[in-house]
């Protein structure tokens, strides 16, 4: 497949066969839904107004029209797949629909750096699940030792906490380091002392390299789906930065969970790959021992191999440097697990909420997805081009990319991106 008017390289994150789904601001201030190819966008707003995305499982249906993709996840898969086809046939060297019309190209294609991309759903709900066995192991071992690693419920559900939606922000966003409550420090008796909690900015503020999913259409309250029905649920996926303020999220989470250490913050990637695009890339999940219950016993199994960086660069450096490689496909628990435990007590899912994976780590030192994994709670400085990190530092960039790689090119998700700015106190 090639298209003749766009090209595309082989390392381009967005060949025709991704087709990925976004939302952007063009410089004429219209907000528009669209695609990706190579460097252009492809406003579906547009192509679907002049009559040109009309697919008969739409019955004559607009759905690009509402500014966010909200009502196409809600399509279903019939939908999602006439449409992808329809686009692929119109953005084909064959097709001269768009290949020999310059006015229709001058119309609906346009230079990706011209555009502003948004949030591309309106996210009703959050979750954030916590499906890495490498980083809960990790976690549990720092903060419970070796033998206590893992909690008597991790190998038995996924894990998972509520997040707040109205805290996710586009790439690009800044991040201003939040202050909060943080334990006692330590009495010099080593005792624990009579001191009371201090307050202020967060000293160990972190990122957590992780994916999420897109919900399409949704589960009626107190129906719950089944495992095997669990993938028609799913529309997409993109790259997710979950900032942990690691002090205030030490001194909050018992008994009830994550909460101001987690909600200030959450970063995603513009760009929603299709389970569509990245059928591809399907794999084995690991396997799980011991089985899980009936409701989560997935016989499928499917999990994808997706490539994953995180970098970081400072606010004095020229370049940015990499900090970790890992995979989706590391994750004990899959999607289809995640989205049947979900809804299993008959909690309802809706179109655009978004489930995150948790954060992705792997079996090696170099593919540990957090600062804290990385620097094994502060106490391993993490080496960043000619300075050293514990935690992140005012003016610090942190940047996750992810791809697969096919034969020749690649379906990639492009990266999201955010700096640190320094907290809002007064002392
Ligand atoms: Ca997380």
Redesign the pocket.
Known sequence: MQCSFVPVSAESHFPIQNLPYGVCRRPSGERCIVTALGDYIVDLTALEALGLLAVPALQGRRVFGSGTLNTFMAQGRTVWKDVRQRLQQLLDAQEPTLRDNAALQARVLAPMAEVEMLLPADIGDYT?F?SSREHASNVGTMFRGPDKALQPNWLYLPVAYHGRSSSIIASGTDVRRPCGQMAPPASPSGTGGSAGPIYGPSQALDF?L?MAVFIGPGNALGQPIPITQAEDHLFGMVILN?W?ARDIQAWEYVPLGPFLGKNFATSISPWVVTMEALAPFRVTAPPQDPPPLPYLHDPARITYDIHLEVYLQGEKMNQATRLCTSNFRYLYWTLAQQTAHHTVNGCNLRPGDLL?S??ISGPTPDSYGSLLELSWRGTRPVRVGDETRTFLLDGDRVTMTAWCQGEGYRVGFGSVTAAITPALWAG
């Open positions: 954030d916590y957590e992780e979950d942990s995150a948790g954060t």
